[in-house]
């Protein structure tokens, strides 16, 4: 699992991802419903983006996004 801490991290993780897959960003943005200019700042970690958006990136790109207190990874 990597650890996700901020929009650089997330948008790496979508490219590299979707670079595995082979798939342009054009065709991720057709498969995912959104415009490739959404996923081209998705993938540079720009701020601002739609986090319903993003997660439709993720999905659709079969990752899994879980979220987990930071007391439950104390020791």
Sequence with gaps: MQTIIDTKSLGLL??????????????????????VRFVRELEAGKESCQVGRALQVVASLGLTVAIRSRRESAP
């Design 14 to 35: 979508i490219r590299q991802e979707r670079k595995s897959q082979k798939l342009t960003q054009e065709q991720l943005a057709g498969l995912t419903g959104v415009g």
